[in-house]
C-alpha cells in the first residue's frame, strides 16, 4: 500500500510539473527545453516524410545517373574518366561510389525508388538527431524556431525524399563528425570527416576551421597525426581508381577547376552565361574567400582558444563536482531510509496508543508549523546537487564551424538546389549569433527558403540570396567582435 502511493504521489509530481505553466512556456522559448520538442521533432518529421513519400511523385534528376556510375564500377571499370551516367561523367570521390553500390543492390538495381525513398528517410532522421542534439547542447535557439524551420522547408524534404541526392548523405557524415569532436572523441570525428570528404568534396569548406581547431587544442604534432589518418582514409578509399588510373581518379573527384552550368544556378542568375563561366570570375570569388577567411579566422582561433581553456577547467573540476553530488546522493539515501524506517507502523501497538500518537503529531505539527517549514527548506538545499553546465561550451566550437562554412556558401561558384542542404540546418544557429530581432531574423529566414523555392531562378531571387547571406555574415561577426571586445576587457 505505501509503495503504491508513493507511486501515485509521484505520478502526480511529474503531471504537476508537466502542467506548469512555466514548464509549457519553456518547451516553446526556453532553450534548455530543447530536448523534448526535438524528440517531438523527429516523430513530427517521420510522419510528414512518410506522407511525402506515399502523396507526392517522386522526381527523377540523378538517380538514374548515381546507379549507371556505380553500375560502371560494379562491372570492373576502374578508370574513373569511363564512369558515367545521363547526366555525365562521376565528379563525386570513392566514399559516394561504395554507399550508391550498396543502395544499387538493396535497390534492386536501382529500380526500386520507393525503398531508396524509405532509406532516405532514415537518413534524414539520423542526420536530425545528429543536428538537434548539437543545438540541444549549445542552448542558443529557442524550440519554436527549430520546429518551424525544419518542418516547413519544402526544398529541404524535397532534397532528401524526393531526389535523393548524394548531398544529404555527406552532410550526415559531417554532423557526426561535429558530434564526436564535441565529445572529444578526436580520432572518430577525424574519421568521420574524411569520410565525408569521400562522399562530396563540399566538406572541406569546413576545413580551415577544423585545421585550426586541432591546432589550438591538440598542438602541432597531433594537428599531423589527425590530418595524416584524414589523408590515409582518402588514399584507401580511392586505391582501387589510384592504383589503375590515379589522373582520372584525382580529376574526376576532387575537380577543383570544375565549370558548373548556368542552367541550373541559384546564385548567379544575374550574370551572363560568358561571365559566368569566366575564369576571372572564378578567381575573383576565390580571392574574396580568402580575404574574408583571413579577416574572420582570428576570430575563430580565439573563440576555440577559449573552448580549449574552459574544456580544461570542466576537466579539473567536473571530478570534484560529481563526487560532491554522490556524497550528497548517499546522504538524502540515507535520510530517507531512515525516514522510512522510522514511520514504519508498529503492529504491536494497540488502538488507544495509536490514536494517541497520531493526536501528539498531529499537535506537533499544529504548533511548529514555521520551524518545520524551515527544516523542509533547510532539508531541500541539502538535497540540491550541484551542477555546471558545460555543454555550453559547445557554442565556442560550433559558431566557428558553422561560420567558416557559410563563408564558403557565400563565395560559391554556383550553388544548385541540392546544396541547400550544406548549411541550411545551420541557418537558424548563425541568425541566432546575430543581433537582429527577431522578425527581422525569421524575415531572413523566409526569404532565403523563397529563393530556394523559385525555380527555374531568377535575377531576383539570385540577388536577394546574396543580400540575405550578406546580412547574415555581416551580424555574426559583427556579434563575435563585439562580444570578444567585450571578453578582452574583462581579462
Not at 569566366?278 to 570569388?285: E, G, P, W
Request: charged content about 15%.
Amino acid at each position: 500500500m505505501r509503495g503504491e502511493y508513493l507511486r501515485q504521489s509521484t505520478m502526480a509530481n511529474i503531471f504537476k510539473k508537466i502542467l506548469n505553466w512555466n514548464f509549457i512556456k519553456g518547451l516553446v522559448v526556453n532553450p534548455k527545453q530543447l530536448t523534448f520538442v526535438a524528440f517531438l521533432i523527429v516523430v513530427a518529421e517521420l510522419v510528414l516524410n512518410i506522407f511525402i513519400v506515399e502523396k507526392v511523385p517522386y522526381t527523377e534528376i540523378d538517380w538514374k545517373a548515381y546507379m549507371q556510375e556505380c553500375e560502371g564500377f560494379l562491372n570492373g571499370t576502374l578508370d574513373y574518366s569511363k564512369l558515367r551516367g545521363d547526366t555525365g561523367p562521376l565528379v563525386y570521390p570513392a566514399g559516394f561510389v561504395y554507399i550508391y553500390s550498396l543502395f544499387y543492390f538493396i535497390t534492386s538495381r536501382g529500380e526500386n525508388i520507393r525503398l531508396a525513398q524509405y532509406i532516405f528517410i532514415f537518413i534524414y532522421l539520423l542526420l536530425l538527431v545528429l543536428v538537434l542534439r548539437i543545438y540541444v547542447k549549445t542552448k542558443k535557439v529557442p524550440p519554436y524556431v527549430l520546429v518551424i524551420t525544419i518542418l516547413t522547408s519544402y526544398r529541404i524534404h524535397s532534397i532528401h525524399v524526393l531526389r535523393l541526392f548524394n548531398d544529404p548523405i555527406a552532410v550526415l557524415f559531417l554532423y557526426a563528425s561535429l558530434n564526436f569532436f564535441l565529445d572529444s572523441k578526436w580520432y572518430l570525428g577525424s574519421i568521420f570527416y574524411s569520410l565525408a570528404v569521400s562522399i562530396k568534396m563540399n566538406i572541406l569548406l569546413f576545413a580551415p576551421a577544423l585545421f585550426f581547431f586541432y591546432l589550438v587544442n591538440l598542438g602541432l604534432k597531433e594537428t599531423v597525426k589527425h590530418l595524416s589518418l584524414c589523408g590515409i582514409i582518402q588514399v584507401l578509399l580511392g586505391l582501387p581508381f589510384l592504383l589503375n588510373s590515379p589522373k582520372a581518379y584525382l580529376k574526376g573527384s576532387f575537380d577543383v577547376g570544375r565549370v558548373f552550368n548556368h542552367t541550373w544556378t541559384v546564385n548567379y542568375r544575374f550574370l551572363n552565361i560568358t561571365t559566368f563561366e569566366s575564369a576571372y570570375f572564378h578567381i575573383a570569388l576565390l580571392c574574396v574567400h580568402v580575404m574574408l577567411l583571413l579577416i574572420c579566422l582570428p576570430m575563430c582561433i580565439k573563440y576555440f582558444q577559449s573552448y580549449c581553456r574552459l574544456k580544461y577547467v570542466q576537466s579539473q573540476f567536473q571530478p570534484q563536482i560529481d563526487a560532491k553530488n554522490s556524497e550528497l546522493a548517499r546522504k538524502s539515501k540515507i535520510k530517507k531510509q531512515a525516514k522510512n524506517k522510522s514511520s514504519e507502523p508498529d503492529e504491536k501497538l494497540s488502538k488507544d496508543q495509536k490514536d494517541f500518537l497520531n493526536s501528539f503529531e498531529n499537535l506537533l505539527k499544529k504548533n511548529s508549523s514555521s520551524s518545520g517549514q524551515k527544516t523542509q527548506k533547510k532539508a531541500n538545499d541539502q538535497d540540491t546537487q550541484f551542477s555546471i553546465d558545460f555543454d555550453i561550451l559547445a557554442q565556442l566550437f560550433i559558431l566557428p564551424m558553422f561560420l567558416i562554412n557559410f563563408i564558403g556558401i557565400v563565395c560559391a561558384r554556383s550553388l544548385h538546389y541540392q546544396f541547400y542542404s550544406w548549411y541550411f540546418h545551420s541557418l537558424p544557429y548563425l541568425l541566432w549569433s546575430t543581433s537582429y530581432s527577431v522578425i527581422f531574423r525569421f524575415l531572413i529566414l523566409a526569404l532565403i527558403e523563397f529563393c530556394w523555392n523559385t525555380y527555374p531562378s531568377t535575377d531576383l531571387t539570385s540577388a536577394l540570396l546574396h543580400v540575405c547571406h550578406l546580412f547574415v555574415l555581416y551580424g555574426v561577426c559583427r556579434k563575435m567582435s563585439i562580444e570578444l571586445s567585450v571578453a578582452a576587457k574583462v581579462q
